[in-house]
């Protein structure tokens, strides 16, 4: 086991604070500090585990310190909100119309409606069509043109 500078250590409860591997850590002290370790020695430095259970109490107050900012910083990082991934994705969407490429159009309009109807959710909404995001999406990209079919059996012939 090799024995580590308090820079080092740091560097690694920092790491592991910020969700990396081991393995991650472990590469990456290799890299800027040209230290081999392996992935027994940096768990040693998470207290979550059961390795780093006996880890000191500076390193982790540093830890949960680190954690907590790492998880609050999510609101600082722009493709975390919806606002800003559908003003890139209409970004991307006038780029492809402009040189009239279709189907990448198309295919960023169905990225967006997957993102404004939270295909990628597990949630479940419940209403009538004035609290439908996808609909709403739909109306306010085509104009409020969507043709809507209530009854079927009208339109086919037995």
């Known amino acids: 086991m090799t024995l580590l500078k308090n820079e080092v250590k740091i560097y690694i409860v920092q790491a592991l604070a910020s969700y990396d591997t081991p393995q991650q850590v472990a590469d990456a002290v290799y890299e800027e500090y040209g230290i081999e370790i392996d992935r027994s020695q940096v768990q040693q430095y998470d207290p979550t585990k059961v390795a780093g259970k006996t880890l000191g109490k500076k390193h982790s107050d540093l830890f949960y310190e680190t954690r907590k900012k790492f998880l609050n910083e999510l609101a600082n990082i722009p493709i975390s909100h919806k606002v800003f991934r559908l003003r890139s994705l209409q970004r991307m969407h006038d780029f492809h119309m402009s040189r009239k490429n279709y189907i990448a159009a198309q295919s ?51």
């Open 108 to 158: 960023v309009l169905e990225q967006a409606a997957k993102e404004v109807g939270q295909l990628y959710t597990n949630k479940i909404q419940h209403g009538g069509d004035k609290d439908n995001p996808m609909l709403a999406f739909f109306q306010q990209i085509s104009g409020n043109s969507i043709p809507v079919v209530y009854d079927v059996s009208n339109i086919v012939d037995d």
